[in-house]
Structures are given as C-alpha cells and as structure tokens.
C-alpha cells in the first residue's frame, strides 16, 4: 500500500463545496472519480478540510492510498488529463502511511478578497466580493488584531455547525490594501464552518461603523452568533495553503 499527498488548486464556482455529495458535483467527488479511472480500483480521497460551496482553493492538500505502483509524475500527468479545467493538480509526493490530509495539518492559510470600485471587471467577478463603501482602515486593523490568540469562535461560527470544540487559535491577521482591492489573510490552527467569511462580515462591520473594535471581546464571551457580523458571499474566500 502506497499513501499519494495530492496538493490542488480548484475554481469553486462550479461545486457544491468540496465534500461529496449525492447528485451534486463536488471536488472530492470529481477527484476521486478521476483517480479511481487513472489508479483502477476504488479510492477514499481525504481533504484537509471542506470547503463551502464556491469557495476557491490554490493550495489544497488531499491523500489517497493505493496498491498501483505508478510513479508520482504519472500520476500529475494522469489525474489532470482526467479532470476538468477547474480542477488542477499541482504536486504528487509519496508520503508515510500515517500522513493524514486532515488530522496532521498544522496550519491553514485563507485570503478573502474584497473589490473596493464600483465596477467589478468579468474576469474578477467570480473570485472578489464587491464592497465599494467608505471604511475606516485603522479601525479594521484595530479589529483584526481581536481575533488573534486562542478563543472560542461560536458567535463566528454557522449556527448550525455540529463540532462541539469550538475553540481555535489564529496564528496571524493581514490586510494588503491598493485602490482596487483589500485582501485579508488569515492563519490558524483550524476553521469552522463560515468563521472566516463571518469575521470578515464583522470586520466590514466595524470599517462601516456599525461595530467599534472595542465591542469585540464581549462578541467573543457572549457566544452568540446574532451579535456577530453577516456572513460574507463565498465567491471571495481563497484557501492559500495547508502547512504541515
């Protein structure tokens, strides 16, 4: 038994996120059926997380254990002959049998991409989320610098979410800023479902005026995802890459 590490880059717009689900087209499922053709036995693709229904990855990490002896540059060349054109392959390395896509991450990185003009060019509509209103950039960095440090991100969260441990730790926070566009770079040791595009959403907030950065620790103890900030269209949302 072999254990491939596939990392992948894939236009979400297309898939219902990344988990595979039923009658839907998905990443992983679109993955896995590539792989079980090119490897010819069935195979269980592990991502290192799901992502949302268009939601962009560049650096996505997943493996895939097989008994075929065919080399990793094979694979690379195979796995994207077989896959559509929003989904690329990027790296194939053998790795020990213990690596888990998931389990033995240390890191993930997200960006979320904001257009500040009023018109949003087609060749970046699908990959920004347009906000063209005044905000106050020292307030949002003031913000930002809330969420780094180790808390318990249930009023960031989907309310719906099933994972009991809601504590993660955001390693570091950035914005890079030019006329066009804001970019917001995230890193942590985890993320729940929708906590990125809803810090995002409050971090909006707070440029807006509608939240002061001050207000946010008490967002944080309440627990209360109603006193939070919306949850941002998923269109602009990039994860960058896992670090192991």
Same mark, same amino acid.
């Given at each position: 038994?072999?254990?491939?590490?596939?990392?992948?880059?894939?236009?979400?717009?297309?898939?219902?996120?990344?988990?595979?689900?039923?009658?839907?087209?998905?990443?992983?499922?679109?993955?896995?059926?590539?792989?079980?053709?090119?490897?010819?036995?069935?195979?269980?693709?592990?991502?290192?997380?799901?992502?949302?229904?268009?939601?962009?990855?560049?650096?996505?990490?997943?493996?895939?254990?097989? *008994?075929?002896? *065919?080399?990793?540059?094979?694979?690379?060349?195979?796995?994207?002959?077989?896959?559509?054109?929003?989904?690329?392959?990027?790296?194939?390395?053998?790795?020990?049998?213990?690596?888990?896509?998931?389990?033995?991450?240390?890191?993930?990185?997200?960006?979320?991409?904001?257009?500040?003009?009023?018109?949003?060019?087609?060749?970046?509509?699908?990959? /920004?989320?347009?906000?063209?209103?005044?905000?106050?950039?020292?307030?949002?960095?003031?913000?930002?610098?809330?969420? /780094?440090?180790?808390?318990?991100?249930?009023?960031?969260?989907?309310?719906?979410?099933?994972?009991?441990?809601?504590?993660?730790?955001?390693?570091?926070?950035?914005?890079?800023?030019?006329?066009?566009?804001?970019?917001?770079?995230?890193?942590?040791?985890?993320?729940?479902?929708?906590?990125?595009?809803?810090?995002?959403?409050?971090?909006?907030?707070?440029?807006?005026?509608?939240?002061?950065?001050?207000?946010?620790?008490? *967002?944080?103890?309440?627990?209360?995802?109603?006193?939070?900030?919306?949850?941002?269209?998923?269109?602009? =949302?990039? =994860?960058?890459? /896992?670090?192991?």
């Amino acid at each position: 038994m072999r254990n491939l590490k596939l990392t992948l880059a894939y236009d979400g717009t297309e898939f219902h996120g990344w988990q595979i689900q039923p009658n839907l087209p998905t990443v992983q499922g679109t993955l896995k059926e590539a792989l079980e053709k090119l490897l010819n036995h069935a195979v269980n693709v592990t991502g290192s997380g799901r992502t949302d229904a268009g939601v962009h990855a560049q650096g996505q990490v997943a493996n895939v254990e097989t *008994i075929r002896s *065919i080399d990793t540059d094979a694979v690379l060349r195979g796995a994207n002959a077989l896959l559509p054109p929003g989904i690329r392959v990027w790296q194939v390395e053998e790795v020990r049998l213990d690596f888990h896509a998931r389990r033995s991450a240390r890191s993930k990185t997200y960006e979320y991409h904001i257009w500040r003009q009023h018109i949003v060019s087609p060749f970046h509509c699908r990959y /920004v989320y347009a906000f063209p209103y005044e905000m106050d950039a020292r307030a949002v960095d003031e913000a930002s610098r809330h969420f /780094v440090g180790t808390h318990d991100f249930t009023s960031f969260c989907a309310t719906a979410t099933t994972v009991e441990d809601r504590v993660r730790t955001i390693f570091e926070t950035t914005w890079q800023r030019s006329p066009e566009e804001w970019i917001f770079r995230i890193r942590g040791n985890g993320f729940l479902q929708y906590m990125v595009r809803t810090i995002v959403g409050t971090l909006l907030y707070v440029g807006t005026g509608k939240l002061r950065p001050q207000e946010l620790p008490p *967002i944080f103890e309440e627990r209360d995802r109603r006193r939070a900030g919306p949850c941002v269209p998923s269109q602009g =949302l990039h =994860l960058i890459c /896992v670090d192991y």
